[in-house]
């Protein structure tokens, strides 16, 4: 199992970035696919964005691609999510989660664990 912690989150003035902190403890970091996701007030979780084990590749969404940017250092059990040009649609609670996978998915079903999140709240 894995334990994940994220901190970063907070209020921004549209326009503006915030960078997200995920820490992973209990399992090897490396062997894990880590994943970004939000979930709007009413709203469904959506996928923001993956990185694979290496941070080689990385996956993001439509509505994010060009402003949010994920890395992570294994060396330090971090993945992490630069989130740059905020506008108001995105806030919502960020979390991040980690997958056995090696591909990159999309879905919550094919992550396993989980952090409880941070706020985001981009203010007009």
């Known amino acids: 199992q894995v334990q994940l912690v994220e901190s970063g989150g907070g209020l921004v003035q549209a326009g503006g970035s915030l960078r997200l902190s995920c820490a992973a403890s209990?399992?090897?970091?490396?062997?894990?696919?880590m994943g970004w996701f939000r979930q709007a007030p009413g709203k469904e979780r959506e996928f923001v964005g993956a990185?694979?084990?290496?941070?080689?590749?990385?996956y993001y969404s439509e509505s994010v691609k060009g402003r949010f940017t994920i890395s992570r250092d294994n060396a330090k059990n971090t993945v992490y999510l630069q989130m740059n040009s905020l506008k108001p649609e995105d806030t919502a609670v960020y979390c991040c989660?980690?997958?056995?996978?090696?591909?990159?998915?999309?879905?919550?079903?094919?992550?396993?664990?989980w952090g409880q999140g941070t706020q985001v709240t981009v203010s007009s």
């Open positions: 209990g399992r090897t970091f490396s062997t894990l696919t």
């Open positions: 990185i694979s084990r290496s941070g080689a590749n990385i």
């Open positions: 989660a980690a997958s056995r996978l090696i591909s990159l998915p999309t879905i919550p079903e094919r992550y396993a664990d």
